[in-house]
C-alpha cells in the first residue's frame, strides 16, 4: 500500500498570508494526485487532480504542484473560509489518502 | 447540480448489519463509477469499495467479505449493504463520483455523509 504522509498535521497562519502545504508518497505515483478540502459536516471538495489541475470552480489562488513522491499545495492569499482541513489523495495504485493538514488561525 | 445525499446510517450492534444508500442527481448516473470513502472519529479518510459503470467492483481488504457494494442505475442510487460489522467499522461513510483521468480514477464530487456508529 502506498503511503501518504502529509506535513505538518497543523498549521497556524495568518489571513492574506501565502501557505505551502506538503503531502509524500513512500513510493511513485507519477502525477495522479488530488488534493481536498474539508470543512465538518460538508461534503470534501475537490481542489486539484494531476497534482496540477484545478477543478471545476476552484478560485486561481489553491495552485499544486510536484511529482512521483514530492507535492505541494499554496494558497496565495489565506481566506477566512480556507481555515480547515486539506488532505491530498493518490489514485495511482487503488486510493490512499494523506491524514491531513488543518489550517487555523494565528 | 451534481448532488449525492447518502442515508441509512445509524447506531448497530458488533455483528450487525446495515444498508447505505447514495442518491445521487444532476448528472447521468448510470455512466458513472462512485466510491465509497469512510472516516473514523479523529481519523482520515480511508477507500471503502468502488463500483464501475459496468458492475465491476472492488473492496479494501478491511471490508473484504462483509461488505457489498450495488447500483440500481433505474433508481439512480448505490448502496453498500455492511455485514458483521465491528466496532472499527464506526465512521462516517461518504459517496464520491469516479472521474477516469490519465490511467485512473479521481473523486470529482462528494456527499456530505452518513454516520456509522457500531456499539452494545
Known amino acids: 500500500e502506498i503511503v501518504m504522509t502529509q506535513s505538518p498535521a497543523t498549521l497556524s497562519v495568518s489571513p492574506g498570508e501565502r501557505v505551502t502545504l506538503s503531502c509524500r508518497a513512500s513510493q511513485s505515483v507519477s502525477n495522479n494526485l488530488a488534493w481536498y478540502q474539508h470543512k465538518p459536516g460538508q461534503a470534501p471538495r475537490l481542489l486539484l487532480y494531476g497534482a496540477s489541475t484545478r477543478a471545476t470552480g476552484i478560485p486561481d489562488r489553491f495552485s499544486g504542484s510536484g511529482s512521483e513522491t514530492e507535492f505541494t499545495l499554496t494558497i496565495s492569499s489565506l481566506q477566512s473560509e480556507d481555515f480547515v482541513v486539506y488532505y491530498c489523495?493518490?489514485?495511482?495504485?487503488?486510493?490512499?489518502f494523506g491524514q491531513g493538514t488543518k489550517l487555523e488561525i494565528k | 447540480e451534481v448532488q449525492l445525499v447518502e442515508s441509512g446510517g445509524g447506531l448497530v450492534q458488533p455483528g450487525g448489519s446495515l444498508r447505505l444508500s447514495c442518491a445521487a442527481s444532476?448528472?447521468?448516473?448510470?455512466?458513472?463509477?462512485i466510491h465509497w470513502v469512510r472516516q473514523a472519529p479523529g481519523k482520515g479518510l480511508e477507500y471503502v469499495s468502488s463500483?464501475?459503470?459496468?458492475?465491476?467492483?472492488t473492496y479494501a481488504n478491511s471490508v473484504k467479505g462483509r461488505f457489498t457494494i450495488s447500483r440500481d442505475n433505474s433508481k439512480d442510487t448505490l448502496y453498500l449493504q455492511m455485514g458483521s460489522l465491528r466496532a472499527e467499522d464506526t465512521a462516517v461513510y461518504y459517496c464520491a463520483r469516479a472521474v477516469w483521468y490519465s490511467g485512473s480514477y479521481y473523486f470529482d464530487y462528494w456527499g456530505q455523509g452518513t454516520l456509522v456508529t457500531v456499539s452494545s
Open positions: 463500483i464501475t459503470n459496468g458492475g465491476g467492483t
Open positions: 444532476g448528472f447521468t448516473f448510470s455512466i458513472y463509477g
Open positions: 489523495q493518490q489514485y495511482h495504485d487503488w486510493y490512499t
